[in-house]
């Protein structure tokens, strides 16, 4: 039994095409122009109890709407949805009930009050006894340590208070299934990682599938064990991030702070230099090695400092995008 | 019993936002007094050179005014203000908030805010109805005011399906504004009695954009004067009209594709 199962999903979009300026608008008027937009364009996949899949992909690859469609708010062109065994479009009571929906860059508090106050109207939507509210409101006041900040007006709140309020109001009812869209987006260092740490937790304690995108690949490398990705509404990769990252990019990166500096040409054997910036020296060397590379140098250099590192996860999924994962990924279709 | 503490508490909290401009309320009910004077004086020069106008006499003519008060206070506390609502969460997206939650979505986006102090209005129009009473030295039959009371149900029902008929379009259109100030040009009309009217503009504020029902009717039926078959017309236009509203509605979402990302 799948919390979410998709099969060939397809959204298309049909959006009005306006040529620039004045005249264009003019034309517009008289005649639109139509364009179909595959947002998204046959995708499958399927997410086990208790998972946490992150979904990856540059902007306007399909993500958010693969999201609206899972959680009911957008009607698929074609292909079958089931998200804990309901159809998410028919919206019912029962589905809306156990999923939820959190969106970075959208929110649903009320402005002009505290935070509390939509809390409250939310325990009344979900009709959540007292007793259960209260002890859900403990927990995550405790998880989230969101202290006094629920009785402060939201409109006083930082973004990374609010996005805490935010994620309180989305999880009051407990919900099995959550979709979180960017829910890390415009935090700063600490707070993307207390929202990504409440998240794990969160996962832990109730064993809630979470399906999670994200810009910042550290919200994923630090979730999500599995990866889906796609790219211009196809599906590029599914399956295990570390798998990927060994796959497409079968090397780490050596950094050494050498006590005086050297050619790079004298490094030139241990393995691609990538910078050598006076003293410190990037070099990337393939997986196996990497250890007896940084042995070596230990003891042919005077080092201060070693590093051993894997590369940027930006700069894997980058490389995926440009075709770097067509030979590597067995999931191709 | 669940969507009738959800409205308590949207009341409650439309109320605890308006607290924090009290100078806001004050002028408002200021507002609210001129306004009623406006209406008055406009009823009242139609009055100046005839007894009677459209078979109504001045305080029977004050009803219908009154009951256009109680009316314009509600478009003014209710729906203009979650119109706007509306359409900042198809603008903004956060509709999506609203559709992902367990209630019904036309309930939960239409009955949202309160301006509470436009209620000023309603209680203003109340009172000129119960003085127009007095005028009258007329004491309505409790049948009557039975009726009377159903009708302005009914009357409340359907200003709110029609306005949200036209609200329902700002998913397609996004600013509805012109489409309700239409709705509004209409309706003060609503301020005299439909048979002041030549046949034609009757049977527009009857059937089309039913303002006779909101003002006309109920007050007609107070004076005894309404045939059962325009009771039962209302009542029903009323169940018509919500029935037509939420299925609109429901078919506004299922195209709604939800604004940016």
């Given at each position: 039994m799948y919390h979410i199962e998709v099969r060939h999903l397809k959204k298309y979009y049909e959006v009005h095409h306006k040529a620039p300026g004045f005249w264009g608008s003019l034309r517009s008027l008289v005649r639109r122009e139509t364009r179909t937009v595959r947002a998204v364009d046959d995708i499958s996949f399927t997410v086990a109890p208790g998972e946490i899949v992150g979904f990856l992909g540059p902007n306007g690859a399909g993500k958010t709407t693969t999201l609206k469609v899972l959680s009911g708010l957008l009607y698929p062109t074609a292909g079958e949805v089931r998200v804990l065994g309901f159809t998410p479009h028919e919206r019912q009571p029962a589905f809306l009930r156990q999923i939820t929906l959190v969106m970075?860059?959208?929110?649903?508090?009320?402005?002009?009050?505290?935070?509390i106050e939509t809390l409250l109207i939310n325990k009344a939507i979900y009709e959540i006894p007292d007793d259960e509210f209260r002890r859900t409101l403990d927990e995550l006041t405790e998880l989230l340590e969101l202290g006094t900040l629920l009785t402060k007006q939201v409109r006083k709140l930082s973004l990374g208070e609010r996005m805490k309020c935010e994620l309180a109001a989305a999880l009051l009812h407990r919900p099995k299934v959550l979709f979180l869209d960017e829910p890390t987006i415009g935090l700063d260092v600490t707070m993307q990682a207390k929202v990504r740490q409440f998240i794990a937790e969160y996962n832990a304690r109730y064993g809630a599938t979470v399906l999670l995108t994200s810009h910042y690949m550290a919200d994923v490398a630090a979730l999500a064990k599995r990866v889906i990705i796609i790219d211009h509404g196809h599906l590029v990769y599914d399956g295990d991030l570390e798998t990927l990252v060994q796959q497409v990019a079968p090397y780490k990166v050596i950094t050494v702070t050498l006590r005086q500096s050297v050619s790079p040409s004298v490094l030139k054997p241990f393995g691609h230099v990538l910078a050598a910036n006076g003293v410190k020296v990037s070099i990337q060397v393939p997986r196996g090695t990497t250890s007896r590379v940084a042995a070596r140098l230990l003891q042919e250099f005077a080092v201060d400092d070693l590093t051993i590192e894997e590369p940027p996860l930006e700069e894997i999924i980058q490389h995926v995008f440009t075709g770097g994962i067509r030979e590597a990924s067995p999931d191709v279709a | 019993m669940r969507y009738v503490r959800l409205l308590w508490l949207f009341f409650k909290n439309s109320l605890l936002v308006e607290m924090e401009y009290r100078v806001n309320f004050a002028l408002n009910t200021l507002l609210s007094v001129l306004w009623l004077g406006v209406r008055l004086a406009a009823v009242l020069a139609f009055f100046v050179h005839r007894p009677t106008i459209g078979g109504w006499t001045l305080p029977e003519a004050l009803i219908v005014l009154g009951l256009f008060n109680v009316f314009s206070g509600i478009i003014d506390a209710v729906l203009r203000p979650n119109m706007d609502q509306i359409v900042e969460h198809i603008r903004k997206g956060t509709m999506d908030f609203i559709l992902t939650k367990p209630v019904n979505s036309q309930f939960l986006a239409s009955l949202?805010?309160?301006?509470?102090?436009?209620l000023a209005d309603v209680v203003l129009g109340l009172g000129v109805i119960v003085y127009a009473l007095g005028r009258l030295d007329f004491r309505p039959s409790s049948a009557q005011v039975a009726v009377f009371a159903a009708l302005l149900v009914a009357g409340v029902v359907i200003v709110y399906a029609f306005w949200m008929l036209l609200v329902t379009l700002a998913f397609w259109f996004v600013r509805v504004s012109n489409i309700t100030e239409l709705f509004s040009t209409f309706f003060t009309?609503?301020?005299?009695?439909?048979?002041?009217?030549p046949d034609w503009v009757r049977w527009l504020l009857t059937f089309i954009v039913p303002v006779a029902l909101l003002t006309t009717f109920p007050a007609a039926s107070l004076l005894g004067r309404l045939t059962a078959t325009y009771a039962l017309l209302s009542l029903g236009m009323a169940a018509g009209l919500l029935v037509a509203s939420a299925a609109f509605w429901n078919y506004a979402v299922r195209h709604y594709a939800s604004a940016s990302s």
């Open positions: 970075g860059q959208k929110q649903q508090l009320l402005w002009d009050l505290p935070a | 949202r805010v309160f301006v509470v102090w436009n009309a609503g301020r005299f009695p439909v048979t002041v009217y």
